[in-house]
């Protein structure tokens, strides 16, 4: 019985890591931009023209 409640604080912790790291990258801006992500495959990638 004692190893359910471990498991519990354990899992607990883990949530609250992976909430805090949410938190952070909401914070820092990682999600403020969600509508060039999608169309940016769309372009075709500038090619680099090398002369040897």
């Known amino acids: 019985m004692s ?3 471990i498991l519990l604080g354990v899992s ?3 949530a ?3 909430l805090g790291a949410f938190i952070w990258s ?5 999600f ?3 509508f ?3 169309h940016r495959i769309l ?3 500038k090619k ?3 002369n040897d």
């Open 3 to 5: 190893v359910i409640v």
């Open 12 to 14: 607990l912790l883990v």
């Open 16 to 18: 609250l890591g992976f």
């Open 26 to 30: 909401v914070k820092n801006g990682q």
């Open 32 to 34: 403020e931009d969600d």
């Open 36 to 38: 060039s992500p999608a």
């Open 43 to 45: 372009f075709e990638d």
């Open 48 to 50: 680099d023209n090398v």
